[in-house]
């Protein structure tokens, strides 16, 4: 049972255009939202975070948004370069047990941006 | 460079055989994690340590076996190895305990069981 879910295996976006790569989590007990990006032959790199306590974090280019009562969160990348092409990975956590528990990872997009 | 360093690159291994993926953190960093990436697979979480001691475990077979080091470089033993074993590991380390801090990944083994 997947409890973080990336509907869309792949995305193309032209360059200077927004990208959104979206994620659902099944797991209300989730409190920390995760994106890393991994390019081929490369581990995942962390890009940008999100604790359940916001609806928005911004980093440059990178915005995350959280809507909790939708089990929902987004990546909006604006605007798009080539460089950005990659596969983006969403994770979650959560506080249960007496501990934070382990990331939990999507199966992850693969974002084509084309000049 | 994420400072997290995995050897080797690459494993080719029969079935049945058994081999040993090797991790060194980020300096200063205390835990380490290993993940599984299967192919058309999210990250799948293995076991982690803390400071030597294992702290947590996920989806890990009874066949796969890990272990922290005093110098914390850890170590992901994998025995009777089938062809469904065929995957990336990545390794990972965080200075903490608790996930809400970003891991750190290396750049993966590939095994290949032929």
């Known amino acids: 049972d997947q409890q973080v879910k990336q509907n869309s295996p792949s995305l193309s976006v032209q360059e200077g255009r927004i990208s959104i790569l979206n994620c659902d989590y099944t797991?209300?007990?989730?409190?920390?939202f995760l994106w890393y990006k991994k390019y081929p032959a490369e581990g995942p790199t962390f890009l940008i975070s999100?604790?359940?306590?916001?609806d928005k974090n911004e980093d440059g280019r990178f915005t995350v948004f959280l809507n909790k009562s939708a089990k929902h969160l987004s990546l909006h990348i604006v605007p798009s370069q080539p460089g950005d092409s990659a596969v983006y990975f969403c994770a979650a956590s959560g506080y249960y047990g007496g501990s934070q528990g382990n990331l939990i990872f999507g199966k992850g997009t693969k974002l084509s941006v084309k000049p | 460079d994420s400072g997290v360093t995995q050897t080797p690159k690459h494993l080719i291994t029969a079935t049945g055989q058994r081999v040993t993926l090797r991790c060194s953190p980020r300096?200063?960093?205390?835990?380490v994690y290993w993940y599984q990436q299967s192919l058309d697979q999210g990250l799948q979480f293995l076991i982690q340590y803390y400071n030597g001691e294992e702290r947590a475990k996920g989806n890990i077979l009874e066949r796969f076996s890990a272990q922290q080091f005093p110098d914390l470089h850890s170590e992901l033993n994998l025995s009777s190895l089938e062809l469904g074993d065929s995957a990336l590991y990545f390794c990972a380390s965080s200075v903490g305990i608790a996930s809400n801090s970003p891991l750190h990944f290396g750049n993966g083994t590939r095994l290949t069981v032929t």
């Open positions: 999100i604790s359940s306590i916001k």
């Open positions: 300096s200063g960093d205390l835990s």
């Open positions: 797991n209300s007990m989730f409190d920390y």
